[in-house]
């Protein structure tokens, strides 16, 4: 059973008082290393975020001289560990997969790293010096997860998500982790993809290189009758697809506008803007909307 919240932090007042140096700070009432609470208890104090912030305490003024008694240190660092007992740490809970503790990389978290740096992106303003810096973080982020390893690197097929890498083996527990979730966030936000008063507007900021085409491609998309759809994208652009509807990017042109590809007709929006009603149309698969070009104008600004 873990312990409650006001249990943490308990220091066995016994051991503590055990301590010469240490039952003098409390007798003093010298609250930088360990002190009593209101109540009598006796706690270590809250900055002590880890062993080595004590040690470095310790040697400092707070100290008070701690290593003129042989012995001190290592039994206040020791009384630290049995209070805590973060080297027995095994992860989040008492049971866990695969070795789920110290060292460990949860891809969930950060999956939710990767989203809020972008969230934070998307409020810089473009000529912010955040902005490029947010950017950067960002690539550096997204370029730690599997799809961009080797198997060898990555220690499973990299495609698949992953709940977690321990130090010492290759990615374990695979399945639909929360990571999913953030990454699809994530992905539809690198493109651009928002929602705002009820309509969707296509506004990328990131440069996504190594994904705009050099040249132009037929795309292979299935369809619900079994036989693949051709999609043709054009040379510096890319796809992909938005509640079932193809959707092409394409930079350089010559004003930002949006084309439709209607069940009968075609329609050009200006802007990157869809309305109420299309909007409505298209994430409710209606199917009346066939496939969206957005075009970029040369003055689009990518970070």
Known sequence: VLPDFGERNEVSVESAEAIPTVRTW????????IYRDALGGVRFASQLKNAQVLSDALDG????????????????????E?????????????????????????WHMVAKLLLGI??????????????????????????????????LEYGAFPSDPYSHTPGHRGAQQPGMTGQVKEQVLSRFAELGVRLEGGCLRFAPRLRLDGEVLEAATA????????????????????????????VRYQYGASASAIDLELEDETERVDGVQLDRAKTRALLGRTGSIKQLTVQFGRDWRLE
């Open 26 to 33: 409390l007798d003093d009432e010298e609250r930088s290393v």
């Open 61 to 80: 003024e707070a100290g008070g001289g701690v290593d003129a008694h042989p012995g001190t240190r290592d039994a206040i660092l020791n009384l630290y």
């Open 82 to 106: 049995e209070t805590f007992g973060h080297a027995s740490f095994t992860g989040r809970s008492r049971s866990m997969y695969g070795f789920e503790g110290l060292g460990c990389i949860y």
């Open 118 to 151: 972008i969230e934070t992106f998307e409020r810089c303003p473009s000529d912010d010096p955040a902005a490029g810096r947010l950017a950067a973080l960002y690539r550096r982020v997204r370029g730690g997860f599997g799809f961009n390893k080797t198997p």
């Open 219 to 246: 795309w292979a998309l299935p369809s619900p009758g079994g036989e693949d759809t051709l999609v043709e994208l054009p040379a510096e652009g890319l796809g992909f697809t938005l509640a079932g509807v193809p």
